[in-house]
């Protein structure tokens, strides 16, 4: 089975500051990797994903996560955060298998302080 | 994403009341999907449909059903409301082709809160 781990409830920084979401997966076979934000009442939107390739994969507002496969990891990261960043954050992963589904963490809350 | 839409936004019932939510999609893909989100449990899959003739379980199908109307509509129901499913619903849609590697697009999402 696929599973997603988001290790962190919560991350706070300071505007200006890089910002880490973390996340690790676990999945047979090579993984499809993705990144959600979820702003206050509203839906899941899409910020990037690994499929193949380079492992630094760069997305929308100037996100940008780094796939490690040693480490299973696929860490969110921005090199300087905005206020307006602050948002709920998802990781998630898929097998390379045309029929699978999503798997997704719990999510990471960004706090970015002014 | 506005070209996925969920009816109702907001809904208030009742334990053992029956109630559906609506999914509608103008973004032409095959593949749809309701989960649900609560609180420190992030989102997890009720169900799926492919195409019009596919309906599959996912995690945690136990107390809903869904029906594919077409292509663009998936709806969602709860046959007998029980406090426990409140939460916030979303229906989400992609693309089978292989080269969208199934980005998935998300509807606003509905509250339900069972009483």
């Known amino acids: 089975a696929q599973s997603v781990a988001q290790p962190e409830d919560q991350v706070n920084v300071a505007e200006g500051n890089p910002l880490t979401v973390k996340c690790t997966y676990s999945?047979?076979?090579?993984?499809?990797l993705f990144w959600y934000v979820q702003y206050p009442n509203r839906g899941l939107q899409f910020l990037l994903k690994y499929i193949t390739g380079d492992n630094l994969v760069k997305g929308s507002y100037g996100f940008e996560a780094e796939f490690n496969k040693s480490q299973t990891s696929f860490h969110l990261k921005k090199p300087s955060a905005l206020v307006s960043d602050s948002a709920l954050y998802f990781c998630?992963?898929?097998?390379?298998?045309?029929?699978?589904?999503?798997?997704f963490g719990k999510g990471t809350m960004l706090l970015v302080s002014p | 994403d506005a070209d996925v839409t969920q009816t109702p936004r907001n809904r208030i019932t009742k334990t053992g009341k029956r109630i559906m939510l609506e999914c509608s999609q103008t973004?032409?893909?095959?593949?749809m999907y309701w989960y649900r989100q609560d609180p420190g449990l992030g989102l997890r899959l009720i169900y799926y449909s492919f195409d019009v003739k596919d309906i599959n379980k996912g995690e945690i199908s136990d107390g809903y059903s869904v029906s594919r109307q077409a292509q663009a509509k998936f709806s969602l129901s709860l046959e007998s409301a029980i406090p426990n499913q409140t939460a916030l619903y979303f229906c989400?849609?992609?693309?089978?082709?292989?080269?969208?590697?199934?980005?998935?697009?998300f509807g606003p999402g509905t509250r339900l809160t069972v009483l």
């Open positions: 973004k032409g893909h095959d593949r």
């Open positions: 989400a849609t992609s693309d089978a082709q292989a080269t969208s590697y199934n980005e998935q697009f």
């Open positions: 999945v047979s076979g090579n993984p499809y």
């Open positions: 998630a992963v898929r097998g390379n298998s045309g029929y699978s589904t999503l798997t």
